[in-house]
């Protein structure tokens, strides 16, 4: 007898006992047909035991394998639906019950139209006539006044370096004469970082001397006003002619010139 089916049979039947008592009103013929199967093939294993030889000495049995058994589908029957009543039959018409005779009235007399109300009083209003008050009196805009131009000076007699720093030589290459075009502004001419190492190094990193010094000369009309004005203000102050700035002076100057 193979006790290890023997076992696995008797689990199913219990499963499905365990199952068919849940709901013992809603069996079904599957689980009927299901459940003989199960008891018969229980009731022929142990059949096999009347047939089977006097057990012999056996090496001892492996170890059990535990069979990891499927959980058997659960069936669920639904009931049939009953069917919905039959309308009830719609009730019968009454016969029409007859109206009774109708009295005709005689019509009531009209009633008296009301007397006519009293013409309204009329009171005549004194007219009042509204003087328009004064237009006020115009708003003047005052017009903005524009910084005075710079006063121009006579030039002065400056140290001989300083006066070299205004001296150029007249252009021959056509590179030369093109980097002498004129321009309307200088300090729109400037790049930021030219605008940044001049104001560095010709004018003691002061922004404001810087923008009081080329606001003048886009003010004055000629390159000999503007000598003046730098060599009064800016390049005896700020020493254009020394070793480290020279340079520097000499190509503020000549973007200066070419202003005019």
Do not use: C
Request: neutral net charge; charged residues 25%.
């Amino acid at each position: 007898m193979d006790f290890q089916k023997s076992k696995a049979l008797l689990d199913k039947i219990n499963a499905l006992y365990k199952n068919m008592s849940g709901d013992p009103r809603n069996i079904s013929s599957i689980e009927r047909d299901l459940m003989r199967s199960y008891v018969q093939q229980f009731y022929e294993s142990f059949l096999q035991l009347e047939h089977s030889p006097a057990p012999v000495a056996a090496p001892p049995p492996p170890p059990p394998v535990v069979e990891t058994k499927a959980a058997e589908p659960k069936i669920t029957l639904r009931r049939p639906e009953t069917a919905p009543p039959p309308p009830p039959p719609p009730p019968k018409p009454e016969p029409p019950k007859p109206e009774p005779p109708k009295v005709e009235r005689q019509p009531e007399p009209a009633p008296a139209p009301p007397p006519p109300p009293p013409p309204p009083v009329v009171v005549e209003k004194p007219i009042v006539v509204e003087t328009p008050p004064p237009p006020p009196p115009p708003v003047v805009k005052e017009a903005p006044i524009a910084p005075p131009p710079p006063v121009y000076q006579a030039p002065v007699m400056a140290d001989p370096d300083v006066e070299a720093l205004f001296t150029f030589k007249t252009a021959t290459e056509l590179s030369e004469k093109l980097s002498q075009l004129p321009i309307g502004d200088i300090k729109k001419a400037m790049g930021l970082n030219e605008r940044i190492s001049t104001q560095k190094e010709l004018f003691g990193n002061d922004a404001n001397a810087f923008e009081t010094t080329v606001n003048a000369l886009n003010q004055l009309g000629s390159f000999e006003q503007a000598k003046a004005y730098l060599i009064q203000n800016a390049a005896i102050r700020y020493n254009w002619a020394g070793k480290d700035t020279k340079e520097k002076a000499k190509e503020f100057i000549k973007l200066v010139k070419r202003r005019y």
